[in-house]
């Protein structure tokens, strides 16, 4: 059975930073491109940072560049995004998803919240 469990979401003040992990299993992890994406109240999903099979590319959305570092081991197939310089519009349910390929169904996470606020 496939899984993809987020966790490390939670509260945090502007300026903080967080680290939010994505377990896999029921797949084969590196087999897949993984992405973090994000969605805020009242708005759609959108893309936040993307990483290859192997780790050697990684991209981001223009709003986290710089601030956010998106990263694997396959090892322990588990997807990290290490969020630093948090600001209130960060705030969203974070979502892991794997992608084997772009005619393939994707496989998603049940999302993990992350509020920033003082």
């Known amino acids: 059975q496939v899984q993809l469990v987020e966790s490390g979401g939670g509260l945090v003040q502007p300026g903080g930073s967080l680290r939010l992990s994505c377990a896999a299993s029921g797949f084969t992890f590196s087999n897949y491109a993984m992405s973090w994406y994000r969605q805020a109240p009242g708005k759609g999903r959108e893309l936040v940072a993307t990483?290859?099979?192997?780790?050697?590319?990684?991209n981001y959305a223009d709003s986290v560049k710089g601030r956010f570092t998106i990263s694997r081991d396959n090892a322990k197939n588990t997807m990290y995004l290490q969020m630093n310089s948090l600001k209130p519009e960060d705030t969203a349910v974070y979502y892991c998803?794997?992608?084997?390929?772009?005619?393939?169904?994707?496989?998603w996470g049940q999302g993990t919240q992350v509020t920033v606020s003082s």
């Open positions: 998803r794997a992608e084997r390929s772009s005619y393939s169904i994707p496989y």
């Open positions: 990483i290859t099979r192997a780790g050697g590319n990684t």
